[in-house]
């Protein structure tokens, strides 16, 4: 028995590491620190896209094709969820100007979901 478990673990940790797209460990809980640190972050990297309560208006909206969406009232469609959000950070949303964030810390990703959680929940 020992031996069949050695080898699920093995294959599990081998698939854990095969695919970088996919979300690689499970999302840090929810905290208001967190929540605090993604807001900063959104405030650098995103705001002039997503404007500041992500309603698709920052200052260079307007000169999207498409225009970012606004985040509490439209369908995400990249998925909804933190891990899905975490995901889009680290692909982008190809044929927009949505590019990949991967130039910022995973842990600052992560915040950066919860943050825009937030912003989708209206808060
Ligand atoms: C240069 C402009 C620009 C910047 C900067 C930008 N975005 Fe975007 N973002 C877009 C556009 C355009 C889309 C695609 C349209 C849409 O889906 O809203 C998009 C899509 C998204 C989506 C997917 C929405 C869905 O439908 O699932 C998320 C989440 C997102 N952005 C979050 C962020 C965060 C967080 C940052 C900051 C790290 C950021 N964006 C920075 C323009 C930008």
């Known amino acids: 028995m020992s031996g069949s478990c050695f080898l699920a673990g093995a294959v599990l940790g081998a698939l854990a590491f095969s ?6 460990r499970k999302p840090p809980k929810r905290s208001p620190e967190l929540v605090e640190q993604g807001k900063a972050t959104y405030a650098i990297y995103c705001v002039a896209c997503h404007g500041e309560r992500g309603a ?13 969406r606004n985040f509490a009232t439209e369908k995400f469609r990249q998925g909804q969820s933190v891990s899905q959000i975490f995901e889009t950070l680290g692909k982008g949303v190809p044929g927009t100007a949505m590019v990949k964030f991967t130039n910022l810390s995973e842990a600052d990703r992560w915040a950066l979901a919860w943050y825009v959680l937030d912003l989708k929940a209206g808060k």
Do not use: E, H, V
């Open 19 to 24: 695919s970088a797209a996919a979300p690689s």
């Open 56 to 68: 698709g208006d920052g200052s260079a909206a307007g000169r999207l094709n498409p225009r970012p």
